[in-house]
């Protein structure tokens, strides 16, 4: 299996500002992915990352809002920008690893 | 405009029944289709997945798929309390495998002792 951590947990922040999540896996995936999941709702696949090319991102979401780096093969950070309350809400990264798609314990984010 | 839709619930049924959890998709070239579980403040994990028509088991967890209906459904058997949670139900987006998932919003299902 695949074992994913996120930084922070959860965080509460204020309006205008910018929150940097990170994602670790303990092994090598090409892609890896940034979902959403809003209170009540289900989730949302914000974009995904591969190492060495930009993120590719799903209808809705932009570059501007949710930068994303992936530096190597293990790693990979997602930048809410300009928060919102909207804003509010569970990031997950997520990988596929030998057939089987995996998901981190997810970063809770409260934009006041 | 791709879609998977789930009643939302609460499903609630006694322990020890059956409790059957439906999903309808839009997308007629879908091929896969998982089956998630998502404990109240946790991370979702997969429990089932099904490509092909007819019905998979995998212990307490029966898995039916329905091409030509574009129904997925999820059965557990025997429900035990620790099976309480909210499932959902994933395709693929753009006929692809797994990673670029499209939910639907979940059924919680409640089991009481």
Known sequence: ?112 | QKEVEQNSGPLSVPEGAIASLNCTYSDRGSQSFFWYRQYSGKSPELIMSIYSNGDKEDGRFTAQLNKASQYVSLLIRDSQPSDSATYLCAVPRGGGSQGNLIFGKGTKLSVKP
């Open chain 1, 1 to 112: 299996s695949a074992v994913i951590s996120q930084k922070p947990s959860r965080d509460i922040c204020q309006r205008g500002t910018s929150l940097t999540i990170q994602c670790q896996v303990d092994s090598q995936v090409t892609m890896m992915f940034w979902y959403r999941q809003q209170p009540g709702q289900s989730l949302t696949l914000i974009a995904t990352a591969n190492q060495g090319s930009e993120a590719t991102y799903e209808s809705g979401f932009v570059i501007d809002k949710f930068p994303i780096s992936r530096p190597n093969l293990t790693f990979s950070t997602l930048t809410v920008s300009n928060m919102s309350p909207e804003d509010s809400s569970i990031y997950l990264c997520s990988v596929v690893y030998t057939d089987t798609q995996y998901f981190g314990p997810g970063t809770r984010l409260t934009v006041l």
